[in-house]
């Protein structure tokens, strides 16, 4: 019994220290923008799941396609039925790691993030800067990159080709807490 009771209690105490080197956002931001000559086009999704293992500079990164909601209610049809597929391709990811994550000098600065992003299927290695800022019970990741549409295989119809930009902006803003 006496050692069942420690074994607990080793178990308890591990999985604590453990879960105290993760931060969570359940509530993170992205969005995308496209500028062409004939219009603009914005989404936002509010429903991103971002993880970060502060021991070892881990990021993942997680949102449903169909959490974006644009302007206009036809957009956001066609960008699900049409372009990235939904029903078929539901989701984003991006695995990668936070370089040199350890080595921060100072609570707010820059740092590079270097993974895997996988959109409709196909996956790209992605490169950026982002500002970091850590504090005491949370880490703060904002920044944004550009994607090539094509290198996702998304079919632009050619009647709205002009419409949409062949290079999109993606824009995070991750705020993460201490997983519990």
């Known amino acids: 019994m006496k050692n ?28 995308f923008f496209s500028h062409s000559l004939a219009e603009d086009i ?14 070892t500079g881990e990021i993942a990164i997680q949102l449903l396609m169909k959490s974006f909601m644009f302007k206009k209610a036809l957009m956001q049809q066609h960008f699900n039925q049409s372009y990235v597929e939904s029903y078929k391709y539901p989701k984003a990811i991006f695995k990668g790691f936070i370089i040199k994550f350890n080595e921060l000098e100072s609570q707010s600065s820059t740092v590079e993030i270097k993974g895997i992003l996988s959109i409709h299927g196909k996956e790209k290695e992605i490169s950026t800067q982002a500002k ?9 990741l904002s920044g944004n990159f550009m994607v090539e549409v094509a290198d996702f295989d998304i079919n632009i119809p050619v009647v709205v080709r002009n419409n949409i930009a062949k290079t999109i902006k993606i824009t995070f803003d991750l705020q993460h807490n201490p997983f519990k």
Not at 132 to 140: A, G, R, S, T, Y
């Open 132 to 140: 970091i800022e850590v504090l005491k019970d949370q880490i703060n």
């Open 4 to 31: 069942r009771f420690i074994i607990l209690f080793v178990f308890l105490v591990a999985s604590q220290l453990f879960s105290q080197e993760k931060y969570l956002t359940k509530e993170g931001y992205i969005s």
């Open 42 to 55: 914005k989404a936002d999704n509010y429903q991103v799941l971002s993880i970060i293992d502060k021991k």
